[in-house]
């Protein structure tokens, strides 16, 4: 049998690859009532958000933040770079006009 690689399946395919995946690996797992899902959901979106403090400095013209807790899992602060998870941030400074 001959194994296709991922980018040369149809969009069909895959999803019914991954549907197969999924359905051998949840077959011994049981159901959980709807309300204790919904609880679990709640507290999810409940969670108060963390706080990160940066310290930043302009050097010549360049800007360079630090953040205060190093090695955060998700973040990466590098000059005026930071990237949370797949998002990234970057910070230019303009000149303030008299």
């Not at 077959?27 to 409940?46: G, R, T, V």
């Amino acid at each position: 049998m001959s194994e296709k690689q991922i980018t040369e399946m149809r969009g069909e395919e895959f999803e019914a690859i991954v549907e197969a995946y999924i359905e051998r690996e949840s077959q011994n797992m049981d159901e959980i009532a709807a309300s204790l899902f919904y609880e679990a959901l709640e507290e999810l979106f409940a969670a108060e958000p963390e706080t990160v403090e940066l310290k930043g400095r302009v050097v010549g013209t360049h800007l360079q933040l630090q953040p205060t807790i190093p090695d955060m899992p998700g973040v990466s602060v590098h000059d005026n770079e930071i990237v949370v998870n797949n998002i990234r941030f970057i910070i230019h400074l303009t000149p303030v006009e008299s």
